[in-house]
């Protein structure tokens, strides 16, 4: 019986994928097999031993000590794409509030409240100060081609935008009506809009700042529903009390963007739609039955994906170093299956093994035996 300790209220219907007769879960789960988690940080946490997996029902992992994880053996998997149709719905929603000074308008309305019959009169006088140009026709910057970043665009040529995309990796299923470039300057250079969906990494870490600023067009609109540090806050407030950025709209906003001019802060409702929930939940408790009774990887951020056949009779998992990499397909011999990410590698071979003798080898850091 495997044992899932759930750290937060987890969708129904992803939790209906874990038999019965093979899982139970709670959030009281003492000594977990696994763990499915959403926003809770986990970097604080000690992990029990009999650990193996973490699913993630999300795409992001900034709440998992990924790192940690992989030197313990522990598998972090995440979602990528369950959620994405539910993001796209908010930034196009923030594509339009952002350009039409919708926002202000209907806060501005609550101020006639009492006005009676001239209310009619107030708005139609008032209406001018709340003037923002249509979309239809104008360039939107997609930066990263991810499951998110190809929907918008998608969606973004059906509204009659001209769009132009930049991923640093190879992508594919782009729209052919999206022009891909190669380097960030002409998304900085052209757009009229410019939405992000990157990951939070070093490379990517304030790419909005006041040098990239410097490069766009005069009233560009930023768009930051991937991740809050992607913008430097003090720089993109600088820009907005200038008049170089019109608006900046954000689900991750800083204290300090709150309440300024320009800025259209909501809480992070990418992903909170019942429909996100629910496919996330489900997309986690697949991944994490089919590495418990299986070994199969799909969708890990810490170790590479391995599509392993569920029929089989013994099977033995070895996680570990990238280094100990020829060491370990040595000592298993006839491997199924072998491969490495970010330093850390799993090699398969189906069939029985000396597991103290593989967890004596330097640089191995889980060893899994499996059979059906």
């Known amino acids: 019986m495997f044992e899932i300790l759930t750290l937060n209220k987890i969708s129904k219907f992803g939790l209906e994928k874990l038999d019965a007769s093979k899982y139970v879960y709670g959030d009281a789960v003492a000594s977990p097999d696994a ?4 926003s809770a940080a986990m970097h604080d946490m000690t992990l029990d031993s009999a650990t193996v997996a973490i699913a993630r029902c999300g795409a992001g992992t900034n709440n998992i000590p990924v ?32 350009s039409r000074k919708i926002v202000p308008g209907i806060e501005w309305c609550k101020t006639l409240k009492g006005q009676g019959d001239a209310v009619g009169k107030s708005v ?4 001018s100060a709340f003037v923002g140009p249509e979309i239809k026709g104008k360039t939107l910057g997609v930066v990263g081609l991810g499951a998110i970043g190809r929907l918008v665009a998608d969606a973004a040529v059906l509204l009659g935008m001209h769009v132009i995309g930049y991923d ?16 960030l300057e002409p998304i900085f250079a052209q757009s009229d809009y410019i939405t992000l969906h990157a990951p939070s990494t070093p490379q990517t870490r304030g790419m909005i700042n006041k040098d990239s600023l410097a490069t766009m067009k005069e009233g560009v609109r930023i768009l930051n529903f991937a991740r809050g540090d992607l913008v430097n806050s003090d720089d993109i ?12 709209a954000t689900d991750f906003p800083t204290d300090a963007q709150l309440g300024a001019e320009g800025v ?66 040595a000592a298993l011999g006839d491997v199924t299956f072998a491969g490495v990410k970010k330093g850390y590698g799993y090699t398969v071979a189906d069939k029985a093994a000396d597991e103290a003798a593989l967890s004596a080898i330097d640089g191995v850091v889980r060893v899994r035996v499996l059979k059906k």
């Open 35 to 38: 763990i499915m988690v959403r």
């Open 124 to 127: 139609e006088k008032g209406k």
């Open 264 to 329: 259209i802060a909501m809480p992070h409702l990418g992903a909170s739609t019942p429909e996100s929930e629910d496919n996330c939940a489900i997309m986690a408790a697949e991944e994490l039955t089919a590495y418990l009774e299986t070994g199969a990887i799909k969708n890990s951020v810490n170790f590479p994906n391995a599509p392993l056949a569920a029929d089989f009779a013994e099977r033995t998992c070895v996680l570990h170093t990238e280094a100990a990499a020829e060491a370990v397909a």
């Open 237 to 248: 407030l600088a820009a907005l009390a200038e008049g170089k950025v019109a608006a900046y």
């Open 168 to 183: 640093p990796f190879p992508v594919k299923g782009v729209n052919e009506a999206v022009t891909v470039v190669d380097t």
């Open 67 to 98: 790192d940690a994880c992989a030197a313990q053996g522990v598998v972090v998997f995440n979602t990528p794409g369950a959620n994405a149709n539910g993001v796209k719905e908010l930034v196009l929603c923030a594509l339009l509030l952002s």
